[in-house]
């Protein structure tokens, strides 16, 4: 069997988490990139027997090629707005890096999240924070089962990784998209009008046979731009909820098919789902392998 020569970050598979936080950050000096990636790389993560703490860290693109120009992969950050038909936009709010908490309660994130903003904090400031918790074991806030065609944890890998050999092997690119859901217009719907905007069944998620062309698995079937693997949460309070799309892929171009093909601009048809949900905020990482990101430790520059 080939050794991966670039181990991927753990959290990143690490399915079962009860707790998020995700954590967005910008630089408060722009040529301080170097110090951030350093600091960044010398977060630990608690490793205890009663509730360790995953942490995945990420950089906008351009910033980790300034750091390590010799292992920075093709990718780009959402620096413009993505502007569909019917004048629909996924806005871009590109910031400097990320932190995806993950762990058994909130209690343990919530300490480990406040420690990583104060050792961070000389050198960048909190931009964005989310707070996510599962519903009912595995549905998003449509009630509908999330995840169903996402590659097994033993495929997941060749589909998230950057291969060996290329720039930035072992690492991964990251879609972080927070989406707002109009809880009232899709409860306004029926169950079977869902399943049209879904394409699959509600109760167990079975693919329907004659899925409209504007379903959301249309928009954004695997077959035609290739695999990624989500792990979406809820997010919110009980009034303002919606979901945090989390995508990963070992190519930056499947993710931004999707993006394209559900905003309109394939061919002119958009998701259905995006007239009940709406993209707040949307940014690219890079997530490097632990490898490349143990490397940058005490090494400013
Ligand atoms: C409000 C935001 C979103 C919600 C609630 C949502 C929900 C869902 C649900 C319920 C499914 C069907 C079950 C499954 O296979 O997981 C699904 C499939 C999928 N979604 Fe989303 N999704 C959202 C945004 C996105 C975005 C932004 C992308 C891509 C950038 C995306 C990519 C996919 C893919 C690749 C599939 C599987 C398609 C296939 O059958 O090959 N989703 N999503």
Do not use: C
Not at 103 to 112: K, L, N, P, Q
């Amino acid at each position: 069997m080939m050794r991966r020569v670039g181990t991927p970050q753990s959290g990143i598979l690490a399915l079962g988490t009860a707790s998020h936080a995700y954590l967005e950050f910008d630089l408060r000096d722009a040529g301080a990139g170097p110090e951030l990636v350093s600091a960044v790389a010398g977060l630990r993560e608690p490793r205890t027997t009663m509730g360790g703490v995953n942490l995945v860290a990420g950089f906008r693109p351009a910033l980790w090629r300034f750091v390590v120009p010799d292992d920075a992969p093709n990718a780009e950050g959402f620096d413009r707005d993505l502007v569909g038909t019917d004048g629909f936009v996924m806005p871009a709010t590109q910031h400097d890096a990320v932190l995806w908490l993950s762990g058994s309660a909130y209690d343990v994130i919530f300490d480990t999240a406040r420690g990583a903003i104060g050792e961070l904090g000389r050198f960048a400031s909190v931009a964005e924070d989310t707070s996510s918790w599962p519903y009912r074991h595995d549905l998003d806030l449509t009630a509908f089962i999330d995840g169903t065609e996402n590659p097994t944890l033993i495929d997941a890998p060749d589909s998230v990784l950057i291969p060996d050999g290329r720039p930035g092997a072992g690492g991964t690119i990251l879609l972080l998209q927070k989406w707002s859901h109009d809880a009232a217009a899709w409860e306004a719907l029926s169950a079977e009008q869902q399943e049209h905007v879904i394409g699959r069944t509600k109760r167990d998620s079975v693919e329907l046979e004659d899925r409209p062309a504007d379903s959301h698995v249309v928009r954004t079937d695997q077959e035609r731009f290739g695999k990624i693997f989500r792990r979406n949460m809820p997010y919110g309070s009980v009034t303002d909820h919606g979901t945090m799309f989390v995508g990963f892929s070992a190519e930056q171009g499947r993710l931004t098919s999707m993006l394209e093909s559900m905003a309109g601009l394939k061919d002119g048809v958009r998701d259905a789902l995006t007239l009940y949900t709406k993209p707040l905020t949307g940014a690219y990482y890079f997530v490097p392998s632990r490898n490349a990101l143990r490397a940058r430790i005490g090494s400013p520059v």
